[in-house]
Every structure is written in structure tokens, then in C-alpha cells.
């Protein structure tokens, strides 16, 4: 197998999905959109998704990745709010999109009607976190008002996203805001909200019996993206003891293998990236060099499965490590595995130069 590559655990990662997913129906029997932007919905692992009974949609938000997987048989929902430019694929590769912009929901209407469709969409409220969504009461129910009025597209429901910009914890009091626009919208313009979307991996920590905080009973969805390939919730980073943290490890190559000074020779300017760095002079070292680099994943993001290896630094295609403590265990040509987190498995399945291995 060529490297560097991702190996990735579908056996461990079916396990999670299902513990996870009948989880959440056990509450209220809570629909479940799983994400897969996490690895590019790529086709091999969405081939598990779509065995596991647990999961009602697909969720993604990029396009490409719906075009990747025609196959697929459940319902496709695309989270982030479409570009204008990409409407006719919109329409064409996805069932429901979450929407702000009433003119983007005209430009929707307008599509569905040309490719003879009723498009679903979900309105997006912003109840603090200050990403996505109407964040005025008086303008959401003024974008009801005009949705309603277009014959191609279905309002399904409404939805909220927490913990990602502005790192809010979902709680029982914001959600229940969701709720409180869901019955006046229903009560004012006599419709049937059936997707009210609560948030993402953060949110089903309020799932848990022994936690004081509660899913209100209205609350119908989830969008479930981390926390199953990852095996913990978001809001407090707990890790399920009953789902596995190591579906995917990093796979990468010793191409070099040296005693060198750890501080360098001569005049210090700027790195590769502009910046100037700073060094602390630990005398000679074992550096050891991977074949992977900053234009595949983050340094920061990777842990070394091995403890006694130290990421030194990374350049766009280098990856030193510091071997000294562990200087007779490894030569040229050994493997040396990373454990990833969500912002290195996003870029490793990003990368063409990052293999992926299926076990
Ligand atoms: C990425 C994303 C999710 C999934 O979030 P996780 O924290 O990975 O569960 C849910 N909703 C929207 C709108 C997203 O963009």
C-alpha cells in the first residue's frame, strides 16, 4: 500500500453509527441526518452509512459530494446554504436545503419549477452562535409569509446550528426558542413544521439521563457529523465509552532518519509560510522526516500513536519528528501512525495525495 495513506475501520465504524443512531431514537424517535463532509462522502464509507437503519438522511454541505454517491437512497439534505451559482444542482441532486436568503428560495422556486419538482427546504434561525441563520424574529416570519406563497418549494421546517462559531452550548432555554418559532409559525400560517433540526454532535449530550439539561419533546432531528466517526459529543469533547475513537489512523513513511543539532545554523529569517519561527536548542536529537506535509493536514491536528514521538515541525511537504526518545525502534522506510482529529481527517480526505485504505 502506497503512502501516506488513512486507514479506516468500517467494521468499528459501523458499530458506532448503530450504537449511536439508536440511541437518539430511543428518545422521542428523533430522525437522524448523518454528515459526511468529515470525509468527503466518500463512496466506500457511505456504503455503511446507508446499511445502518438509524440513519433517515444524508446530510452535506457540498454539492460535488452529493454528485459523488447518485446511488444513494436516502433522502439528501445539504446544510449549507446554496450559492446561487450552484441552484440547478441544488435542485437537481438533493431533496431538502437549509435556507436564509429569500432570493436564493426564489431562485430555488424558479429551478424546481423548470426541472418540474417541489423542492424541500428548512429555514435556518441563528439563536446566538452568529453563523448561519435569521437572527430577527420579524424577518423569519416575513420569509415565511413570502415561502409560502411559491409553488415549487415546501417549507419542512426550521433548524438551528450551535457550537461552531461562536462555540455555544446548546441548552433546553435556546432550544426551546426553536420551538416557541415553530408554534408561532404553525398557529399564523396554518403550516406543518415536521423537521425541527436542534443542532449537531453538541447537542446530544443533553440526550444523556443524568445530565440536567433536556432535548425539548419538539425537537424531531439531529445532524450528526463528529460524533460518530469520532465516538464523542462536542459540547464538553466527552468521549463515548461505548463507541471507538480510533476508526481512522494516518499512515505515514520515514524518508529520512538523522542525528542533527535541534537548533539551526546560521541566520534565522522567515519559514516556508511567512512566519518567523522560534527554537529552543535541546543539543543533538534523533529527527526523523514523514512524507507528508502542511498541504495535507495539519500538524497540529495529528497526535503520533506512539507517545514517545514529538512533532517538531512541518514544512508543505515534510513532517519532522523528534525519534530521540524512541531513536533504536524505527529506521527509513517504517510506518509511523497518527491519530486524527476532526480538522485532520477533513484535510487527509481532502488530499489526493492521501491514500485511503479500507479494513
Ligand atoms: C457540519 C455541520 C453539521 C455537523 O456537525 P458535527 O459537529 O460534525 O456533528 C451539522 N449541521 C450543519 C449545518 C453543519 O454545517
Redesign the pocket.
Known amino acids: 500500500m502506497q503512502n501516506p495513506r488513512v486507514v479506516v475501520d468500517l467494521v468499528k465504524l459501523k458499530e458506532n453509527l448503530d450504537f449511536l443512531s439508536s440511541r437518539i431514537k430511543k428518545n422521542n424517535n428523533i430522525s437522524v441526518t448523518a ?1 459526511t ?2 470525509f468527503s462522502a466518500h463512496p466506500e464509507i457511505i456504503s455503511v452509512y446507508e446499511k445502518c437503519e438509524g440513519i433517515d438522511y444524508l ?1 452535506d ?1 457540498r454539492i460535488e459530494n452529493f454528485i459523488k454517491n447518485l446511488e444513494t437512497t436516502k433522502e439528501k439534505v445539504l ?2 446554504i446554496p450559492m446561487i451559482t450552484e441552484i440547478p444542482e441544488v435542485v437537481k441532486y438533493t431533496d431538502v436545503s ?1 435556507n436564509t436568503e429569500i432570493k436564493v428560495i426564489q431562485k430555488l422556486n424558479e429551478e424546481a419549477k423548470k426541472q418540474n419538482k417541489t423542492h424541500k427546504i428548512l429555514l435556518m434561525v441563528d439563536l446566538g452562535d452568529l453563523r448561519e441563520g435569521i437572527f430577527e424574529e420579524e424577518e423569519l416570519y416575513s420569509v415565511v409569509e413570502q415561502v409560502v406563497q411559491l409553488n415549487n418549494i415546501k417549507l419542512v421546517g426550521l433548524g438551528v ?1 450551535l457550537t461552531c462559531y461562536g462555540a455555544v452550548i446548546p441548552t433546553e432555554a435556546i432550544l426551546n426558542r426553536l420551538v416557541y418559532y415553530k408554534e408561532k409559525i404553525e398557529a399564523r400560517f396554518k403550516v406543518n413544521l415536521t423537521m425541527i433540526s436542534g443542532g ?3 447537542s446530544i449530550y443533553m440526550l444523556d439521563p443524568d445530565n440536567p439539561e433536556n432535548l425539548p419533546k419538539e425537537i424531531t432531528n439531529l ?5 460518530f466517526v469520532l465516538g464523542r459529543e ?1 459540547a464538553y469533547g466527552k468521549d463515548y465509552k461505548e463507541m471507538h475513537q480510533d476508526i481512522f489512523t494516518l499512515k505515514t513513511e520515514i524518508v529520512e532518519y538523522k542525528t542533527k543539532p535541534s537548533y539551526p545554523i546560521g541566520e534565522v529569517g522567515v519559514d516556508a509560510f511567512g512566519n518567523k519561527p522560534t527554537f529552543v536548542d535541546k543539543g543533538l536529537m534523533k529527527r526523523g522526516i514523514v512524507g507528508i506535509g502542511q498541504q495535507d493536514v495539519d500538524k497540529m491536528t495529528i497526535h503520533p500513536l506512539d507517545s514517545r514521538l514529538e512533532i517538531v515541525g512541518a514544512s508543505s511537504d515534510h513532517l519532522i519528528i523528534d525519534f530521540t526518545k524512541a531513536e533504536n525502534d524505527y529506521q527509513v522506510g517504517d510506518e509511523v501512525s497518527f491519530g486524527l482529529d476532526y480538522g485532520s481527517l477533513l484535510n487527509c480526505f481532502t488530499s489526493e495525495y492521501v491514500k485511503k485504505e479500507f479494513i
Open positions: 454528515i463532509k468529515s446530510g454541505s446544510v449549507r437549509f446550528n449537531n454532535s453538541s445532524r450528526i457529523g463528529e460524533a462536542t
